[in-house]
């Protein structure tokens, strides 16, 4: 029998505790008392269960499952399931608590959750990934539910993962409850648009901020540092609205055209050369890759990876906007000086809350048994995106802080007014 060593925590900048300086910061403007804020910081439930499951080899191995609700105050919890080697309990908790402020910042009925096995995905069969994700299901039988805690795809797991467990739920209740999970694939209940979902937000809140900051988009400029789901639907929708979007990037380099790229070829490009932009000839490629983010372009689009925009770069960034794709791409200690240099950074947890935006009209979908046609998900959306915007724009001036901080403000007045009103023993 083989276990896996519980792995440590990664001693780095961490962008989960800059999370928590941020609350700390927002609590502290926000007058939050020490009953409430004790509240708010603490998990309401964490749930460890051990996965023995039999490898393909005949072998059983022994996989730690992990599901962390942060907070069930607005409504049933809401957060994705990693696999991933790394995955450790701190970790979940703290991700637990990001999806209630960003499921609060854009006024969803949701309270925040995340969910992981450590595990290795990519050296694991299909067989053994099902044989996984269905015993977590029922490891979690009671804590899952549409009206209690709604998984969803993270790293490490996506619509395949979503259907077996839609479907190992629904067995042990004898029907079927799509709603119990979202990210499914679109023939078991998914919604349109959610593809798009969180890029087409970074281009709302994008559109929003540039209208506040005066930058017309029919001359803007824009750099979007990673090319996956999210950068490259928001460098397309953006190049859409009119921005000439002169660079992109993802992991094998960074590409830089000062008459713009044309965003519908370089995804053409990606598609056809796996997954890629290695050798993409639609620009020229930067020495550095990481360049990109100091380019003198007026919006920044950090959509790849957490922890980019740290005190190391950060007094070089010339963009007069950062829209946030990526969750984390900021530091903490990075905030003071964009501010300092009087940069717009809209935060993570309303910039690439479109997502989960979506995720939530899935289950409001499946709830109906009915089914929206993309172009309702995309005016719903844009909507609730649009009012989050405005909501926080309105916080930062009210308290006088960064776009940031009221973001944080925002959620956690949401979820402290809803907890008081509730009450408790
Ligand atoms: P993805 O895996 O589809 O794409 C990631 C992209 O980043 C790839 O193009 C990859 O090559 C690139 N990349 C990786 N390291 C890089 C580096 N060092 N420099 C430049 N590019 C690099 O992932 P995604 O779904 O697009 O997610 C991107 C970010 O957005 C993550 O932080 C994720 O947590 C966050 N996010 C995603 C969603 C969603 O709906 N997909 C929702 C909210 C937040």
């Not at 802080?401 to 408790?424: L, S």
Request: glycine share 10%.
């Amino acid at each position: 029998m083989a276990y896996i060593e519980p792995a440590p925590i990664k001693d780095r900048e961490n962008p989960l505790e800059s999370m928590m300086e941020r609350f700390n910061i927002a609590a502290e403007k926000l007058g939050l008392s020490d009953e409430v804020y004790n509240v708010l910081k603490n998990p309401a439930k964490q749930v460890i269960v051990s996965l023995p499951i039999t490898m393909d080899n005949g072998k059983i191995q022994v996989f730690e499952g992990i599901r962390v609700i942060h907070s069930n105050i607005l409504g049933p919890a809401k957060g994705g399931i990693r696999f991933a080697p790394d995955v450790h309990l701190d970790e979940v908790r703290a991700l637990a608590a990001w999806m209630t402020w960003k499921c609060a910042v854009v006024d969803i009925p949701y309270g925040g959750a995340k969910g992981g096995v450590r595990c290795n995905p990519r050296e694991m069969s299909k067989g053994e990934i099902e044989r996984l994700v269905r015993a977590y299901t029922m490891a979690m039988i009671d804590v899952f539910g549409p009206d209690k805690d709604i998984p969803a795809p993270d790293m490490g797991t996506g619509p395949r993962e979503m259907a077996w467990l839609m479907d190992e739920f629904s067995k042990a209740h004898g029907m079927t409850i799509p709603a119990v999970v979202t990210g499914k694939p679109l023939v078991l209940g998914g919604s349109l648009g959610r593809t798009e979902a969180t890029g087409r937000g970074v281009m709302v809140s994008a559109l929003a901020a540039m209208q506040k900051l005066k930058i017309n988009p029919f001359t803007a400029t824009c750099a979007v540092q990673g090319f996956g789901n999210v950068g490259s639907w928001a460098a397309r929708l953006l190049e859409e609205r009119g921005l000439k979007i002169v660079a992109i990037s993802d992991h094998t380099g960074a590409f830089y055209n000062e008459k713009g790229i044309n965003i519908v070829e370089a995804i053409a490009y990606r598609d056809s050369n796996n997954g890629t932009l290695e050798g993409f000839a639609g620009g020229e490629r930067l020495e550095n890759a990481a360049d990109l983010l100091t380019l003198k372009v007026d919006v920044l689009v950090p959509a790849a990876v957490e922890d980019v925009i740290t005190t190391a770069n950060a007094d070089q960034i010339k963009a007069k906007l950062i829209v946030e794709g990526a969750n984390g791409p900021t530091s903490a200690k990075a905030d003071a000086i964009l501010n300092e240099k009087g940069i717009m950074a809209v935060p993570d947890i309303l910039a690439n809350a479109g997502g989960v935006t979506v995720s939530y009209f899935e289950w409001v979908q499946n709830r109906l048994g009915y089914k929206w046609t993309a172009d309702r998900v995309n005016r719903r959306s844009d909507r609730i995106m649009k009012d989050a915007f405005d909501n926080v724009y309105q916080a930062s001036i009210k308290y006088d802080v960064p776009m940031r901080i009221a973001a944080y403000i925002v959620a956690i007045d949401k979820v402290a007014q809803t907890y008081t009103y509730r009450g408790g023993y």
